[in-house]
């Protein structure tokens, strides 16, 4: 399996603001996840990381609130932007091994609190 | 629209107890089923199955598919405090992973 860090574990922010989490493995991977898990919830998935290219977002998110970044095949950043209270959730990379979307493997997280 | 559900939601037992766990399917597309354990914030992997009817096992725990009644099981003998997690199922289809709410298990000792 993959080594992935994410930083920062945790943050508390104000409403209005933006926060930045950045993904990093410890090998190449294609595919890499940005998830979001609400409190009480199941994990949600916000959008495939696509390295080169835009980001391919689920239905409910758009690019303007979670923009992402993918400059190599190790590395991605999601934004949460313009925070609200309602974004208070945990936010998880994941990346797929051997070349299905399956077998996916989990950041540690990002709790994200917004008061 | 693909939907994963499981059950129960919560559950509460002895150390000592074996539990199973349950969850159904309706996915399009279907590739994979997967089961994850989720102690803090990162789910680890548990389990992947693709075929009906071969158990997988790891130690105290084992699953089983059955693609024609679309459901999972997960099994966990001689239940540790340390079992203490909640479960997700998750299922692969067209390109990503639809993942249920999970089950919240607590083992008392």
């Known amino acids: 399996s993959a080594v992935i860090s994410q930083k920062p574990s945790r943050d508390i922010c104000q409403r209005g603001t933006s926060l930045t989490i950045q993904c990093q493995v410890d090998s190449q991977v294609t595919m890499m996840f940005w998830y979001r898990q609400q409190p009480g919830q199941s994990l949600t998935l916000i959008a495939t990381a696509n390295q080169g290219s835009e980001a391919t977002y689920e239905s409910g998110f758009v690019i303007d609130k979670f923009p992402i970044s993918r400059p190599n095949l190790t590395f991605s950043t999601l934004t949460v932007s313009n925070m609200s209270p309602e974004d208070s959730s945990i936010y998880l990379c994941s990346v797929g091994r051997g070349g299905t979307p399956d077998t996916q493997y989990f950041g540690p997280g990002t709790r994200l609190t917004v008061l | 629209e693909d939907k994963v559900v499981q059950s129960p939601l919560s559950l509460v037992v002895h150390e000592g107890d074996t539990v199973t766990l349950n969850c159904s399917y309706e996915v399009t597309n279907f590739r994979s089923l997967l089961w994850y354990k989720q102690e803090k914030k990162a789910p680890t992997f548990l389990f992947m199955l693709?075929?009906?009817?071969i158990e997988k096992k790891s130690g105290r725990l084992s699953s089983i598919l059955d693609k024609k009644e679309l459901f999972s099981i997960l099994n966990i003998t001689a239940t540790q405090t340390g079992d203490s997690a909640i479960y997700l199922c998750a299922v692969g289809g067209a390109q990503k992973l639809v993942f249920g709410q999970g089950t919240r298990l607590t083992i008392n000792p």
């Open positions: 693709t075929s009906s009817g």
